[in-house]
């Protein structure tokens, strides 16, 4: 019923995460109606994405193409002996937005899932591990997601610090209630870091 062409567009939308057949449509439709300009310019900036991004050798944080480690790990302004560990690179965007961080980063790639396959031997651990000797780290903050593979993931790494580098100080971001959440509508793991990491007064 549809052409081609444009089946072709919903499907392709279709595989962006959340996008479901009836968004892929809308999406597609929105695309043909506006001005070829607009497909224009998003064709052109995808074909960029794969050329013009990298993965930082060091931090496996994004980077231009055109350089060769994060320019986060090469400021001398950076405590090279506190490395923040997160699950993606974009989380190392949401830090960044706080000012309050002045060490450096480690993007694991994922985090540990026996559903889909995912191992330590599939995250960038041994990297991690690399980098405690040459960087002389005092601090590791693990800062993996609040979910069953974050809590996973953060529990092993924790653990093989502990054993290859006992000196090294290993934290975790605080976790608990955030402002604005009745006690009612928290789920157990949130109320059980609460409990754990409650303060004194």
Not at 3 to 22: K, S, T, W, Y
Not at 31 to 42: C, G, M, T, V
Not at 62 to 80: A, G, T, W
Not at 108 to 126: F, M, Q, R, W
């Amino acid at each position: 019923m549809l052409p081609q062409a444009l089946i072709n567009a919903i499907e392709a939308l279709g595989h962006l995460p959340g996008v479901g057949a009836r968004t892929a449509e809308r999406y597609a439709y929105f695309l043909f109606k506006s001005s070829p300009r607009i497909s224009q310019e998003i064709s052109s900036v995808l074909g960029d994405l794969h050329t013009n991004v990298k993965s930082c050798p060091i931090t496996f944080a994004l980077i231009d193409s055109n350089e060769e480690v994060s320019s986060l790990y090469q400021d001398p302004q950076r405590d090279k002996s506190t490395i923040l560990v997160v699950e993606e690179p974009l989380d190392i965007y949401a830090i960044e937005q706080t000012h309050q961080f002045q060490g450096t980063y480690h993007v694991l790639g994922g985090a540990i899932s026996p559903i889909d396959g995912i191992t330590l031997n599939e995250l960038h651990v041994k990297e991690l591990m690399q980098r405690i000797t040459p960087d002389t780290v005092k601090e590791v903050i693990i800062a993996t997601n609040p979910s069953v593979e974050g809590e996973s993931t953060a529990l092993m790494l924790q653990k093989m610090l502990h054993e290859q580098y006992p000196e090294v100080k290993v934290t975790r971001l605080a976790r608990g209630l955030p402002l604005g959440v009745d006690l009612s509508y928290a789920d157990q793991i949130t109320l059980s870091a609460a409990l754990e990491n409650r303060t004194n007064l």
